[in-house]
């Protein structure tokens, strides 16, 4: 109960932060976003290849720390590497995810779906210089999804244990009703609407991205 409790409450600050204000935060969280990245493609990538659960081998672990640790350092020393690492993990967790929830959760076809997912997320936040917009719509996209998992932790409609099997945030939210799905749109079409208003005039760039670390 308590580690639900710790879920519920983690997920939904930082559902909220990164919904709305996810922008702002993204020149901190960066590195920090880049390692958990990693380390879910790292990880995620055995378990499409060979079917065993999420961290379920001592061998995902390992690949998740290794890649989470070297997106991480891309990230801190290369912005535009963070942004489409970034950018291609979403994508690469969207397409898991749905194809999850149409009941293909492993095997080559999905390895191959998600990974062409993933570069053609990476290749268009970097083809087109739309990295400020692809920062406000994964940010907002990833608050709204743990958001909805905060309730339905709560609910009891999702588990710790759901989502460790399905690997994937995503997954479970579709997986329950398709109804989620509406209410996930909603949420983040608003981030991503009141961060745009707020962020009209506002944006970072690489420098500023290099002196706020140091």
Known sequence: FLATL???????????GFCFWGYRFFLVFLPVLGFFAGFWIGAQTLTLIFG?????TGASW???????????????????????????????????????AVGLDSGILVFIVSLAAAVIAAVLALRYNLQKYVIIFLTAIGGANAILLSVLLVLGR????NLQKAGTAIAPVLQDSWFWLVV?????????????RHN??????KEDYVQGWG
């Open 6 to 16: 710790l879920a519920v409450a983690l997920a939904l600050l930082l559902g909220l």
């Open 52 to 56: 065993d659960g999420f961290l379920a």
């Open 62 to 100: 390992l690949a998740g720390f290794i890649v989470g640790l070297v997106v991480a350092l891309l990230s801190y020393f290369f912005y535009l590497a963070g942004v489409a690492i970034l950018a291609g993990a979403m994508g690469a967790a969207l397409a898991g995810g749905v194809m999850a």
């Open 158 to 161: 999702v588990s710790l244990e």
């Open 184 to 196: 996930w749109i909603i949420i983040a079409a608003a981030g991503i609407v009141f961060q745009l």
């Open 200 to 205: 009209r005039t506002y944006e970072f760039w």
